[in-house]
């Protein structure tokens, strides 16, 4: 096997999943849906949260800040392979996702800021998110009519959006943060370093490094969840052996399954739900609110993505890949728009259990519904079948 097919199977497995992964995404909503409009909500809300596990923890604190940690560990062992030998690579290669991304962070909270109210205003970030699963899902429904460098295009804007989620969470949603849990994060991360670099297995040392920093971060006031992306930036992508795949190739492959078809449901079905019985969009606060998330998501991320790669490569900054039109690029921006899983994370951070939190995932539904919608049309409008 070649350099760059060895290169190229791990992200054709990870394109694979992501495209199956969508769907069962939809399906888990859908329940979520169903579940909060029916005779069963109040049961079920009490079984997330009124039923306690040992230690007093609920289900919902389990698949938020727990099994949530292991999708940040994939996001973090993404960012790990692309940066290394992907899309991220170098500097010409990274120059049109990254300056995308920023436009499709940009545009979609100056939507939201000039559109919602002041009293929301922590929602700022919320449409500024990409599902990946979902986006990949979606334009994989356009079958012939995607180039391949079109699709590698749309993961890494999704994947550079994911950094810059990252970075927004831990340092605009983290709750005033304390110097102990700092110093065990940190002490996590030595440890976790020394031992990869020591050769020991590559899961113990990710599991106690990990387990470290998630502790730490808990108690330093920031997301414990994001410990996981810490945790998989620091596992090689050198194999220990010239016939074995690196250490963060095999974590990922092994956990990419379970985090797309477990993980991610699981956070959709638990955060998902949106009761429509209470849900009070009469406010002027309310409208701004869920108007700011849906129009930054169908609107915003498009715009700014579209806008940002035109004076990109207008500029000579960089340029198009070979197979990528300007179409292609105005149909994964409305792709980019599907926020979901990340938005509606974000949106638990901003607003937790307040009355603006329903709201705020009825604009992530709406916005992300709307975006999918369009990206499809327009891709079936202006994309060509390869064989035409």
Known sequence: MTRIARLLKPLDEFLRVETASGLVLLA??????ALANSGWHAGFTHFLDGWRL???VTLHFVVNDILMAVFFLVVGLEIRREVHDGALSTPAQAALPLVAAAGGIVAPAL?????????VSDGWAVPAATDIAFAVGVLALLGRR?????????????????????LIIAFFYAEGIAPGGLAIAAA?????????RAGLNAWVACLASGAAIWYGFLLAGIHPALAGVAAGLLVPMRP????????????ESALHPWVAFGVMPLFALANAGVRFEGLDLASTVAQGLAGGIALGLFVGKPLGIGIAAWLAVRSGLCRLPEGVAPAGIAVIGFLAGIGFTMSIFIAALAFEESPSLAVAKFGVLAGSVAAAVAGLLLGRLLLRPADD
């Open 28 to 33: 888990a909503a859908a329940i979520a849906l």
């Open 54 to 56: 040992p230690g007093g």
């Open 111 to 119: 939507v939201f800021i000039a559109i919602a109210d002041a009293a």
């Open 146 to 166: 995607v180039d391949p460098s079109l699709r590698v295009l749309l993961l890494a804007i999704a994947i550079a959006d994911d950094i810059a989620a990252v």
């Open 188 to 196: 996590g991360t030595v440890a976790g370093l020394v031992a990869h």
């Open 240 to 251: 220990r052996r010239p016939d074995a795949q690196p250490p963060a190739a095999q974590l």
